[in-house]
């Protein structure tokens, strides 16, 4: 039986900051966020769009070919939680109207635990192979202003409905999994900013693909040339390449050539260069980029997924294209959306990123701005509202 993603959408918030701008408003050469770090645009969400909003659009799109009474599962990946107890995902469950038999529950190990909600609804219907289970990630990757994190900042969801009938993509069981207690990046309860030691963190990155990939290889028997495309966790697009060259050069390819890793990669990071990081969902968000924007047809090839969650949690594990997934895919939305967006100047990016999260507010009404088809209305005695926009 073959298990794996039968339709995968994302959703961007309708705003974003060109990265032009915050490096003249930051006094450093635009070629260090444009080439360096090979980001173009930010996305910014308003007041009023948070995980659940941006989480439940991705969502109705990736369901409108489901059958939603089969969905037994819904699994909310995030590290940007609105609430300490109750699980996003109930939110988004209501919004769409979903079945109540339904196991719903938050995962959380920073920008790894989509893969974590993946794997675990995989190995479900594997028992219960008539459920489908709906994995949506989302974040808001925020880090202080000014500070280097701050150019790679972004945000957005993705959902995948994961079911034994994948039409988007097939995964195979070999898996290469690595974990270390490190601290490169985390977010004390305390604060809504994310605190990093920005250039250790990618040095924990390489070293968590290398073993991860050891792992991977030793388990499938397969090689980096049994590849064909190479998905990377994207916290800014210039990580994936020095990913890139680091699993060549692991692997014994080091003389692998410039365009040929060029090659290998360049489909999965458009999205990622005009969105910007989406922590939990910015793999994926990734493995839809290569699937909507390689103009080679992709049938039976086999696409490696890296994903990497600071902290640090990691793995290495693959898929096989499916005949056909071109039409389960929704790439016209994507790039409608993508296009139709606002651009902000400076200023307006400071006042959205300082109005985003009232502190510890009992009760709070948000402005109304676009938010998709949903979104937060107000905050009364601590409750969210939540509801469809007009
Ligand atoms: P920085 O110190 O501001 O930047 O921090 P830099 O000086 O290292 O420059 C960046 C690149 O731009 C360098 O390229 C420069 O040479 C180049 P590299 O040497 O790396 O190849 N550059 C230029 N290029 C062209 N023209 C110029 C120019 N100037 C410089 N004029 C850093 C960069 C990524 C550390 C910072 O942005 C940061 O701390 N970001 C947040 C942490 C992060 O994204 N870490 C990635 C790995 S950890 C991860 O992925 C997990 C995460 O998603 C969280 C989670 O799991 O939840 C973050």
């Not at 995030?78 to 529950?105: M, N, W």
Request: charged share 25%.
């Amino acid at each position: 039986m073959d298990i794996g993603i039968e339709s995968i959408a994302f959703y961007v918030p309708h705003y974003f900051l060109d990265m032009r701008k915050l490096a003249e408003a930051r006094g450093v050469d635009a070629e260090k966020h444009v080439v360096g770090l090979g980001q173009e645009k930010m996305a910014v969400p308003p007041p009023g769009e948070d995980v659940v909003t941006m989480a439940a659009n991705a969502a109705e799109r990736a369901l409108e070919t489901v059958d939603r009474d089969q969905v037994e599962m819904v699994v909310f990946a995030t590290e940007s939680s609105v609430d300490q107890s109750k699980a996003a995902g109930i939110y988004v469950h209501a919004l769409l109207g979903l079945q109540p038999h339904c196991r719903v529950f938050e995962t959380k190990q920073a920008c790894y635990a989509a893969t974590a909600g993946l794997q675990a609804a995989a190995a479900l219907i594997a028992r219960r192979p008539k459920m489908k289970a709906l994995i949506v990630a989302a974040d808001v990757a925020r880090y202080g202003l000014g500070t280097p994190g701050e150019p790679t900042q972004g945000a957005g969801a993705v959902a995948m409905v994961v079911s034994a009938d994948p039409k988007v993509l097939v995964l195979e069981p070999e898996s290469g999994t690595y974990t270390e207690d490190v601290m490169d990046f985390w977010r004390p309860n305390s604060r809504d900013e994310a605190l990093v030691d920005g250039k250790y963190s990618v040095r924990v990155y390489l070293r968590a693909l290398a073993a991860a990939w050891k792992q991977y290889s030793e388990e499938s028997g397969r090689e980096f040339t049994d590849i064909d495309r190479f998905c990377y966790h994207l916290p800014f697009t210039t990580m994936a390449e020095k990913a890139h060259t680091q699993l060549a050069k692991v692997s014994g390819h080091r003389d692998r050539s410039p365009e040929q890793r060029q090659r290998d990669i360049a489909d999965s990071l458009v999205y990622n260069r005009i969105v910007g990081n989406t922590y939990a969902a910015s793999l994926y968000i990734g493995l839809t980029s290569l699937l909507e924007n390689a103009q080679e047809d992709l049938t039976g090839k086999r696409v490696s997924l890296f994903s990497y969650g600071s902290g640090c949690v990691a793995e290495f594990f693959s898929g096989v294209v499916p005949a056909g997934y071109r039409s389960a895919l929704h790439a016209a939305a994507h790039r409608e959306m993508l296009d139709t967006r606002v651009e902000l100047s400076y200023d307006e990016y400071v006042d959205f990123y300082l109005r985003y999260l009232p502190k510890d507010p009992e009760n709070w009404e948000f402005p109304a701005y676009e938010t998709g088809s949903f979104r937060l209305r107000a905050i009364r005695d601590y409750k969210r509202i939540y509801e469809r926009a007009t």
